[in-house]
């Protein structure tokens, strides 16, 4: 009943910008602690950044002051906007929600690359 579904991933030069969305069905988007983790191939999953249901948010160093993440309660959708993309961060990109067991999208992939 859950769905979590990302989209917005492609391919991009390094320096240009993407942005990440990811809708949500299923739950109580307005309460829900949101994030976006990432996970490149030999390396382990990590979060990127999050934001609470008072839009708290929290990022990676790795991506401080390069992305943003933010939410539309209304249309029950959470955004990443990348900017100043490098290629470290290549990766499929995961939305995920806090509520009862923890839930994930099946990703959407991120390219960096000249």
């Known amino acids: 009943q859950v769905q979590l579904v990302e989209s917005g991933g492609g391919l991009v030069q390094p320096g240009g910008s993407l942005r990440l969305s990811c809708t949500a069905s299923g739950i109580v988007f307005r309460i829900a602690s949101m994030a976006w983790y990432r996970q490149a191939p030999g390396k382990q999953r990590e979060l990127v950044a999050a934001?609470?249901?008072?839009?708290?948010?929290n990022y990676a160093d790795s991506v401080k002051g390069r992305f943003t993440i933010s939410r539309d309660n209304a249309k029950k959708t959470l955004y990443l906007q990348m900017n100043s993309l490098k290629p470290e961060d290549t990766a499929v990109y995961l939305c995920?929600?806090?509520?009862?067991?923890?839930?994930w999208g099946q990703g959407t992939q991120v390219t960096v690359s000249s």
């Open positions: 934001i609470t249901s008072a839009e708290s948010t």
């Open positions: 995920y929600s806090s509520v009862a067991t923890g839930y």
